[in-house]
C-alpha cells in the first residue's frame, strides 16, 4: 500500500526553484517526524529537512538558507520549499514519515521518491 505519495519534482535551471509536496495518508494516523531526503548520482542518502510532531525543523546543511519545509495539516500535506538550486541540488528526493497505523511501536515510512534536476 501506497502511504505518501511526491510530486513536484523536474527540470530547473541553477537560481531556480521548485516545490516539492508529499501526500501523507491518514491510515498514518499519528505522525511523530516528518521529513525530506535525497539521494544524488553516486552518493549516499541525507537529510535534507524534517519536521517534528511539535513543529521543530531541522535542516540539513546542504539546505540550510535556501530550502524552506512546511506542513499543512488539514491537507496532510508536507512541502519543500527549495529556492536557489544548485547543480549538486540534483537527486532524487523522498518523502520520509515516522508514525502509527496500527499498534504503538512506530514504523518508517518513505515515498517512491521524485526526480529533480539541476541543468543548464
Known amino acids: 500500500q501506497v502511504y505518501l505519495v511526491e510530486s513536484g519534482g523536474g527540470e530547473v535551471q541553477p537560481g531556480g526553484s521548485l516545490l516539492l509536496s508529499c501526500n501523507v495518508s491518514?491510515?498514518?494516523?499519528?505522525?511523530?517526524?516528518m521529513g525530506w531526503y535525497r539521494q544524488g548520482p553516486g552518493k549516499q542518502r541525507e537529510l535534507v529537512a524534517d519536521?517534528?510532531?511539535?513543529?521543530?525543523?531541522n535542516y540539513g546543511e546542504p539546505a540550510k538558507g535556501r530550502f524552506s519545509i512546511s506542513r499543512d495539516s488539514a491537507k496532510n500535506t508536507m512541502y519543500l520549499l527549495m529556492m536557489r538550486l544548485l547543480s549538486e541540488d540534483t537527486g532524487i528526493y523522498y518523502c520520509?514519515?515516522?508514525?502509527?497505523?496500527?499498534?504503538?511501536?512506530?514504523?518508517?515510512?518513505w515515498g517512491q521518491g521524485t526526480q529533480v534536476t539541476v541543468s543548464s
Open positions: 519536521i517534528s510532531e511539535s513543529g521543530r525543523m
Open positions: 491518514r491510515t498514518i494516523w499519528k505522525i511523530y517526524n
Open positions: 520520509y514519515v515516522k508514525g502509527l497505523i496500527g499498534g504503538t511501536n512506530p514504523g518508517d515510512y
